[in-house]
Protein backbone atom coordinates (compact mmCIF):
# COMPACT_ATOMS: atom_id res chain seq x y z
CA UNK A 1 0.00 0.00 0.00
CA UNK A 2 1.43 3.23 -1.01
CA UNK A 3 -1.19 6.28 -0.34
CA UNK A 4 -1.08 8.85 -2.59
CA UNK A 5 0.95 11.67 -1.75
CA UNK A 6 1.02 13.46 -4.32
CA UNK A 7 -1.02 12.29 -7.35
CA UNK A 8 0.89 12.27 -10.84
CA UNK A 9 -2.67 13.55 -12.62
CA UNK A 10 -3.69 16.68 -12.13
CA UNK A 11 -6.93 15.42 -12.78
CA UNK A 12 -6.95 12.80 -10.65
CA UNK A 13 -5.91 15.13 -7.95
CA UNK A 14 -8.52 17.12 -8.15
CA UNK A 15 -11.07 15.12 -8.22
CA UNK A 16 -9.72 13.42 -5.25
CA UNK A 17 -9.79 16.72 -3.54
CA UNK A 18 -13.43 17.53 -4.38
CA UNK A 19 -14.55 13.71 -3.37
CA UNK A 20 -12.14 14.69 0.45
CA UNK A 21 -14.75 17.68 0.53
CA UNK A 22 -17.77 15.96 0.14
CA UNK A 23 -16.85 12.86 2.56
CA UNK A 24 -15.46 15.21 5.10
CA UNK A 25 -18.98 15.30 7.30
CA UNK A 26 -18.83 11.42 6.91
CA UNK A 27 -15.22 11.73 8.43
CA UNK A 28 -16.87 13.85 11.49
CA UNK A 29 -19.22 11.35 12.63
CA UNK A 30 -16.69 8.77 11.88
CA UNK A 31 -14.74 10.35 14.47
CA UNK A 32 -17.67 11.69 16.78
CA UNK A 33 -18.30 7.93 17.03
CA UNK A 34 -14.69 7.18 18.25
CA UNK A 35 -14.78 10.22 20.92
CA UNK A 36 -17.87 9.01 22.55
CA UNK A 37 -16.03 5.66 23.06
CA UNK A 38 -13.61 7.76 24.59
CA UNK A 39 -16.25 9.42 26.88
CA UNK A 40 -17.70 6.25 27.86
CA UNK A 41 -14.43 4.40 28.39
CA UNK A 42 -13.10 7.56 30.49
CA UNK A 43 -16.42 7.32 32.35
CA UNK A 44 -16.51 3.42 33.08
CA UNK A 45 -19.69 2.90 31.29
CA UNK A 46 -18.67 2.09 27.61
CA UNK A 47 -21.56 0.36 25.84
CA UNK A 48 -21.05 -2.48 23.85
CA UNK A 49 -23.21 -0.99 20.64
CA UNK A 50 -21.26 2.46 21.49
CA UNK A 51 -17.95 0.10 21.45
CA UNK A 52 -19.02 -1.67 18.25
CA UNK A 53 -19.29 1.73 16.52
CA UNK A 54 -16.21 2.95 17.18
CA UNK A 55 -14.82 -0.34 16.21
CA UNK A 56 -16.73 0.08 12.55
CA UNK A 57 -15.81 3.96 12.49
CA UNK A 58 -11.92 3.01 13.23
CA UNK A 59 -11.93 0.08 10.31
CA UNK A 60 -13.48 2.96 7.72
CA UNK A 61 -10.78 5.61 8.44
CA UNK A 62 -8.47 3.20 8.41
CA UNK A 63 -9.49 1.55 4.82
CA UNK A 64 -10.26 4.93 3.48
CA UNK A 65 -7.95 7.85 4.71
CA UNK A 66 -4.64 6.95 2.84
CA UNK A 67 -6.49 7.04 -0.21
CA UNK A 68 -6.69 10.61 -0.11
CA UNK A 69 -3.27 10.81 1.47
CA UNK A 70 -3.82 10.73 5.03
CA UNK A 71 -1.47 8.14 5.64
CA UNK A 72 -0.66 8.32 9.06
CA UNK A 73 -4.09 8.71 9.77
CA UNK A 74 -5.15 5.08 8.26
CA UNK A 75 -2.03 3.84 10.88
CA UNK A 76 -3.10 5.54 14.23
CA UNK A 77 -7.45 4.71 13.24
CA UNK A 78 -6.18 1.11 12.25
CA UNK A 79 -4.54 1.01 15.73
CA UNK A 80 -7.97 2.38 17.48
CA UNK A 81 -9.34 -0.60 15.49
CA UNK A 82 -7.43 -3.25 17.36
CA UNK A 83 -7.20 -1.30 20.40
CA UNK A 84 -10.84 -1.46 20.91
CA UNK A 85 -11.68 -4.76 20.06
CA UNK A 86 -9.89 -5.57 23.59
CA UNK A 87 -10.93 -2.59 25.77
CA UNK A 88 -10.54 -2.52 29.05
CA UNK A 89 -10.57 0.98 32.13
CA UNK A 90 -6.93 0.62 32.17
CA UNK A 91 -6.85 1.66 27.84
CA UNK A 92 -8.73 4.69 28.54
CA UNK A 93 -5.18 6.96 28.03
CA UNK A 94 -4.20 5.21 25.64
CA UNK A 95 -7.49 5.28 23.31
CA UNK A 96 -7.47 9.20 24.21
CA UNK A 97 -4.17 9.98 22.90
CA UNK A 98 -5.12 7.95 19.77
CA UNK A 99 -7.88 9.68 19.15
CA UNK A 100 -6.72 12.90 19.38
CA UNK A 101 -4.25 12.35 17.18
CA UNK A 102 -6.73 10.69 14.36
CA UNK A 103 -8.64 13.69 14.41
CA UNK A 104 -5.20 16.21 14.15
CA UNK A 105 -3.69 14.01 11.09
CA UNK A 106 -7.27 14.08 9.48
CA UNK A 107 -8.48 17.64 10.12
CA UNK A 108 -5.20 19.68 10.49
CA UNK A 109 -4.52 20.33 7.32
CA UNK A 110 -8.29 20.48 5.74
CA UNK A 111 -7.71 18.73 2.96
CA UNK A 112 -6.07 16.12 1.69
CA UNK A 113 -2.19 16.18 1.19
CA UNK A 114 -0.90 16.86 -2.33
CA UNK A 115 -4.33 17.39 -3.74
CA UNK A 116 -3.48 21.09 -3.06
CA UNK A 117 -1.92 22.24 -6.21
CA UNK A 118 -3.93 19.79 -8.32
CA UNK A 119 -6.73 21.75 -8.57
CA UNK B 1 -5.10 -1.63 -21.57
CA UNK B 2 -7.42 0.90 -22.10
CA UNK B 3 -11.54 -0.12 -22.34
CA UNK B 4 -11.67 -2.91 -19.57
CA UNK B 5 -14.75 -3.29 -18.29
CA UNK B 6 -14.95 -4.17 -14.66
CA UNK B 7 -17.58 -3.89 -12.08
CA UNK B 8 -16.81 -2.15 -8.36
CA UNK B 9 -18.68 -3.16 -5.82
CA UNK B 10 -18.23 -1.16 -2.09
CA UNK B 11 -20.75 0.47 -0.11
CA UNK B 12 -18.94 3.74 0.75
CA UNK B 13 -19.30 6.75 -1.14
CA UNK B 14 -16.15 8.05 -0.95
CA UNK B 15 -14.06 5.33 -1.57
CA UNK B 16 -16.40 4.37 -4.57
CA UNK B 17 -16.06 7.41 -6.10
CA UNK B 18 -12.21 7.95 -5.83
CA UNK B 19 -11.74 3.96 -7.28
CA UNK B 20 -14.13 4.68 -10.06
CA UNK B 21 -12.81 8.25 -10.90
CA UNK B 22 -9.01 6.71 -10.52
CA UNK B 23 -9.90 3.64 -12.85
CA UNK B 24 -11.30 6.03 -15.79
CA UNK B 25 -8.67 8.37 -15.48
CA UNK B 26 -5.47 6.61 -15.13
CA UNK B 27 -6.50 3.64 -17.15
CA UNK B 28 -9.57 4.79 -19.25
CA UNK B 29 -11.55 1.75 -18.14
CA UNK B 30 -15.11 1.81 -18.01
CA UNK B 31 -16.27 1.58 -14.78
CA UNK B 32 -19.81 -0.03 -13.59
CA UNK B 33 -20.47 0.50 -9.62
CA UNK B 34 -22.55 -0.89 -7.35
CA UNK B 35 -23.78 0.13 -3.24
CA UNK B 36 -24.37 -3.12 -1.91
CA UNK B 37 -23.97 -6.65 -2.69
CA UNK B 38 -27.48 -7.34 -3.89
CA UNK B 39 -26.97 -4.15 -5.80
CA UNK B 40 -23.65 -5.55 -7.74
CA UNK B 41 -25.48 -9.13 -8.17
CA UNK B 42 -27.98 -7.68 -10.07
CA UNK B 43 -25.20 -5.63 -11.74
CA UNK B 44 -23.00 -8.59 -12.58
CA UNK B 45 -25.82 -10.29 -14.27
CA UNK B 46 -26.66 -7.29 -16.39
CA UNK B 47 -23.09 -6.33 -17.80
CA UNK B 48 -21.51 -9.48 -17.63
CA UNK B 49 -18.48 -7.28 -16.48
CA UNK B 50 -14.29 -8.65 -17.26
CA UNK B 51 -13.68 -8.29 -14.05
CA UNK B 52 -15.42 -7.50 -10.32
CA UNK B 53 -14.09 -5.21 -7.71
CA UNK B 54 -15.41 -6.46 -4.15
CA UNK B 55 -15.15 -4.97 -0.88
CA UNK B 56 -15.26 -7.21 2.02
CA UNK B 57 -17.27 -5.55 4.43
CA UNK B 58 -21.01 -4.20 3.43
CA UNK B 59 -23.85 -4.06 5.36
CA UNK B 60 -26.47 -6.89 4.60
CA UNK B 61 -24.78 -8.90 2.02
CA UNK B 62 -21.15 -8.85 2.65
CA UNK B 63 -18.16 -9.62 0.35
CA UNK B 64 -17.85 -12.76 1.09
CA UNK B 65 -21.57 -13.36 0.82
CA UNK B 66 -21.90 -12.19 -2.61
CA UNK B 67 -19.12 -13.72 -3.76
CA UNK B 68 -20.84 -16.83 -3.12
CA UNK B 69 -23.83 -15.69 -4.94
CA UNK B 70 -21.74 -14.57 -7.61
CA UNK B 71 -20.33 -18.01 -7.72
CA UNK B 72 -23.67 -20.34 -7.55
CA UNK B 73 -24.95 -18.07 -10.99
CA UNK B 74 -23.96 -19.73 -14.03
CA UNK B 75 -23.75 -16.36 -15.55
CA UNK B 76 -21.80 -14.45 -13.42
CA UNK B 77 -19.76 -17.79 -12.07
CA UNK B 78 -16.75 -17.59 -14.24
CA UNK B 79 -15.81 -13.48 -13.38
CA UNK B 80 -12.69 -13.00 -11.96
CA UNK B 81 -13.41 -11.65 -8.97
CA UNK B 82 -10.50 -9.06 -6.96
CA UNK B 83 -11.43 -8.23 -2.84
CA UNK B 84 -11.13 -4.93 -1.84
CA UNK B 85 -10.44 -5.22 1.81
CA UNK B 86 -9.18 -2.79 4.58
CA UNK B 87 -8.06 -5.83 6.80
CA UNK B 88 -4.68 -6.02 6.91
CA UNK B 89 -3.53 -9.60 8.63
CA UNK B 90 -2.47 -11.91 6.46
CA UNK B 91 -4.81 -14.56 8.02
CA UNK B 92 -7.76 -12.39 6.44
CA UNK B 93 -5.84 -12.60 3.14
CA UNK B 94 -5.31 -16.15 2.85
CA UNK B 95 -8.89 -16.48 3.80
CA UNK B 96 -9.95 -14.89 1.10
CA UNK B 97 -8.20 -16.37 -1.52
CA UNK B 98 -9.12 -19.54 -0.40
CA UNK B 99 -12.64 -18.78 -1.50
CA UNK B 100 -11.41 -18.54 -4.91
CA UNK B 101 -10.70 -14.85 -5.31
CA UNK B 102 -7.65 -13.61 -7.97
CA UNK B 103 -6.51 -11.38 -4.87
CA UNK B 104 -6.99 -9.14 -2.56
CA UNK B 105 -6.24 -5.35 -3.07
CA UNK B 106 -5.82 -3.72 0.68
CA UNK B 107 -7.35 -0.79 1.32
CA UNK B 108 -6.27 2.38 1.51
CA UNK B 109 -5.21 1.79 -2.11
CA UNK B 110 -2.98 4.27 -4.34
CA UNK B 111 -5.62 5.84 -6.72
CA UNK B 112 -2.79 6.71 -9.10
CA UNK B 113 -1.50 2.67 -9.41
CA UNK B 114 -4.99 1.00 -8.27
CA UNK B 115 -5.19 -0.01 -12.06
CA UNK B 116 -1.59 -1.52 -12.01
CA UNK B 117 -2.75 -3.57 -9.07
CA UNK B 118 -5.73 -5.58 -10.88
CA UNK B 119 -3.86 -5.67 -13.75
CA UNK B 120 -1.40 -7.27 -12.44
CA UNK B 121 -3.58 -9.48 -10.23
CA UNK B 122 -5.63 -10.59 -13.40
CA UNK B 123 -2.54 -10.85 -15.67
CA UNK B 124 -3.32 -7.88 -18.29
CA UNK B 125 -0.49 -7.10 -20.05
CA UNK B 126 0.26 -3.29 -18.89
Known amino acids: MAPVSNPPDPKLAAAIHAIWERAFSTVHRELEAIDKAVVELQRGCLEEPTRAAAEAAAHKIAGSAGTFGFT ?39 GPPGAEGGT | MAGR ?29 AAS ?72 FDPATLHLDIARLAEWPQ
Open chain 1, 72 to 110: EASRVAREIEDLVQVLTPEHASALTELAVSLRMHLLASG
Open chain 2, 37 to 108: GEEGIHRARELRPELILLDVMMPDLDGPATFERLRADPTTASIPIIFLTAKARPADRVRLTELGALGVITKP
Open chain 2, 5 to 33: RVLLIEDEDHVREVAQMSLELMADWDVAV
